[in-house]
């Protein structure tokens, strides 16, 4: 009998659903605009610039339509639409973070597959498990330079289609690096290094990442390690890339290697350990901007401990150094672009990035402010995001201590909306 009856239901259920089914689709055919207002306590609109007290962010759809004075109700909007208020009067309310180096393809469910099981569609459980951290953590948009396989293009495809909420997403694949097999990014000669940059960017790559010198765990990450590409590979991989007008961001530890690229013209040095004077000048003449991926340095403290005799020596000179450099080059006056280089740190606590800011002697408003205005033209994508202001995205976070005052409130962000859609509430409601 209970069989039967849930049978019934089941048969009696059919018709119902496929009408509401009908129904879902006419509404999100002519879907009315969703009106939200933001009540903000202080409002850091244009980090850098002094808060605002007591106003109404009013955000229509996903962008941000106006920025009030006091606390406005639905009403005064003068429209018959019911817009939702959100109360975060007691809170601190500044725009979506933007982390310039994460690596969301790296995780757990990769580890020890291949490609016979599958290893880019597990892959892709990784970037779904990253990217909600990190969404979660206030970081709204970041870019993701280098990832083995093209799972996190199709990602960032599904972020910006509305399809799932996440960070919105501006990607390379595979690093351009020097080898002469025939993998992905593996180049040897100007020519092999230009179909080396064809190839991501037909895939879809939004950047296109270079090692320009070893890897920093690597005993060859030193400061005198010489370049690893000749500088003319180097010019034929940017002047590849600005055929679509797509940037390069480079890695780079050792002195060389940074000003070679720079002298090149790549638009982002990632790490640059060992920047000195000559670089400073370089990245100022060139308009080129520093992502310092400082928060490694908390990695670097954990693997010494059970690191190699020939690696120490390495990461000693890493610990000594690169906040100092990164310290030097931010007096110098060069555009530090916050980076954290989570998939080596942790995916989440990409805000310990801008804590080393602080520690090296910026202020916490102008580490805020390389996380968001100075991101958002690195991408040059100012007219989006990286400011609370009319007509950008309505990529809003909160905090309940001030920022401004102590930078590790933003290490406990309480409340997230990605282009008008809330994701996390855990203060606001
Ligand atoms: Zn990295």
Request: charged share 25%; hydrophobic share 40%.
């Amino acid at each position: 009998m209970k069989k039967f009856s849930a049978l019934l239901i089941f048969i009696l259920l059919i018709p119902f659903s496929v009408l509401a089914h009908d129904e879902e689709k006419k509404k999100a055919e002519d879907k009315p605009d969703q009106w939200t207002i933001v009540h903000a306590g202080t409002l850091i609109a244009r980090p850098g610039e002094a808060p605002l007290r007591e106003t109404s962010i009013v955000v229509k759809n996903d962008r941000i339509e106006r920025v009030m004075n006091g606390y406005i109700q639905p009403e005064a909007l003068g429209n018959d639409a019911a817009a939702k208020v959100i109360d975060l009067k007691g809170a601190y309310v500044l725009p979506g973070l933007i982390d310039a180096h994460v690596h969301f393809g790296d995780g757990k469910y990769t580890e020890k597959r291949g490609e016979d099981t599958g290893e880019a569609t597990y892959r892709m459980l990784n970037i779904i498990e990253n990217a909600n951290k990190t969404l979660n953590a206030g970081y709204t948009t970041v870019r993701n330079p280098g990832a083995s396989g093209w799972a996190v293009f199709a990602y960032r495809d599904g972020v910006r289609d509305g399809i799932f909420p996440g960070p919105r997403i501006f990607t390379a694949a595979h690093t351009i690096r020097v080898g002469a097999d025939e993998s992905d990014g593996a180049c040897y000669d100007v020519s092999s290094c230009k179909k080396a940059v064809r190839r991501q960017i037909n895939m879809g790559a939004d950047w296109i990442k270079l090692y320009a010198t070893c890897s920093g765990s690597k005993p060859c990450g030193k400061e005198h390690a010489p370049s690893v590409f000749l500088q003319e590979e180097i010019k034929a991989v940017i002047e590849t890339a600005n055929t679509h007008q797509i940037p390069v961001a480079a890695h780079a530890h050792g002195t060389a290697g940074i000003n070679d690229a720079l002298r090149a013209g790549v638009r982002t040095i990632e790490h640059g350990s060992y920047n000195d004077k000559t670089s400073r000048a370089l990245f100022k003449s060139k308009g080129a901007y520093y992502v310092p991926t400082l928060s490694v340095q908390d990695r670097i403290v954990e693997d010494y401990k059970t690191a190699t005799e020939e690696m120490k020596p390495v990461m000693e000179a890493f610990m000594e150094t690169h906040p100092a450099r990164v310290a030097a080059a931010y007096k110098a006056g060069v555009q530090i672009a916050a980076g954290s280089d989570a998939g080596v740190t942790k995916h989440g606590d990409n805000a310990r990035e801008l804590y080393w800011y602080v520690k090296i002697g910026m202020s916490e408003a102008e580490a805020i402010r390389s996380a968001t205005i100075v991101n958002s033209e690195m991408l040059k994508k100012e007219s989006d995001i990286g400011s609370i202001e009319v007509g950008k995205f309505a990529d809003i976070i909160a905090v309940s201590k001030s920022p401004l005052e102590d930078i590790e409130a933003l290490s406990d962000v309480g409340f997230v909306m990605a282009g008008g859609q809330i994701v996390k509430s855990e203060i606001g409601e």
